[in-house]
């Protein structure tokens, strides 16, 4: 069984500039998650996505957004990049059909570098 | 902001038994006590999670104790691959507040 795909593994992007990020979650999951990690703030999460719809959100601002697709890849965008977006990208799928309890697995994370 | 308390960093021999502690004292009555691991820059890696009764699978034990304000994850046999950061979560809903973790070193 596939595991979380994120794509792509790395990127730089200057400020100013926007970026989507994929995730492609494991096959029969519909509940889509996505963190932003630093060494400075840690994981924090951003928003969840359950089937097309955003049912959680963190405290970030406007310019993360996010999508979730009738096959349940989700995408992230953030526009107006600033240098302190530069962070590891985290997605995480797990089951949520209704249960609150089902285990969340991670992709390997996309690499934000914005210079 | 997360709602779990873990000591920054432990040190473990290697084949020994690691003992993680993390403190909960805020838990509510339908949240989860969740473990993931984190291998420098990978992803978290899901390992346990238990609601009141002790939990073990193949990666390890989770001890939660009756009050369900404190919880010991469990690595029994400790091997150099172990060395991780490991974050102790209060689960209630599919947004999970991490904390800073403990940096576990396994030692040889």
């Not at chain 1, 926007?18 to 400075?40: A, E, F, K, M, N």
């Not at chain 2, 978290?44 to 999670?49: A, F, K, V």
């Not at chain 2, 689960?91 to 800073?100: E, I, K, L, S, T």
Request: proline fraction near 4%.
């Amino acid at each position: 069984k596939a595991g979380v795909t994120q794509t792509p593994r790395y990127l730089i992007k200057t400020r100013g500039q926007q970026v989507t990020l994929s995730c492609s979650p494991i096959s029969g999951h519909r509940s889509v998650s996505w963190y932003q990690q630093t060494p400075g703030q840690g994981l924090q999460f951003l928003f969840e996505y359950f089937s097309e719809t955003q049912r959680n959100k963190g405290n970030f601002p406007g310019r993360f957004s996010g999508r979730q697709f009738s096959n349940s890849r989700s995408e992230m965008n953030v526009s107006t990049l600033e240098l302190g977006d530069s962070a590891l990208y985290l997605c995480a799928s797990s089951l949520s059909q209704g249960k609150l309890y089902t285990e969340a697995f991670f992709g390997q994370g996309t690499r934000l570098t914005v210079v | 902001d997360a709602k779990t308390t873990q000591p920054p960093s432990m040190d473990c021999a290697e084949g020994r038994a690691a003992n993680l502690p993390c403190n909960h004292s805020t838990i509510s009555g339908n949240e989860y006590v969740y473990w993931y691991r984190q291998i420098h820059s990978q992803g978290p890696q899901y390992i346990i999670h238990g609601l009141k009764n002790n939990e073990t699978n193949e990666m390890a034990s989770l001890i939660i104790t009756e009050d369900r304000k404190s919880s010991t994850l469990i690595l029994p046999h400790a091997t150099l691959r172990d060395t991780a950061v490991y974050y102790c979560i209060v689960r209630g809903h599919n947004d999970m507040r991490f904390g800073a973790g403990t940096r576990l070193t396994v030692k040889p």
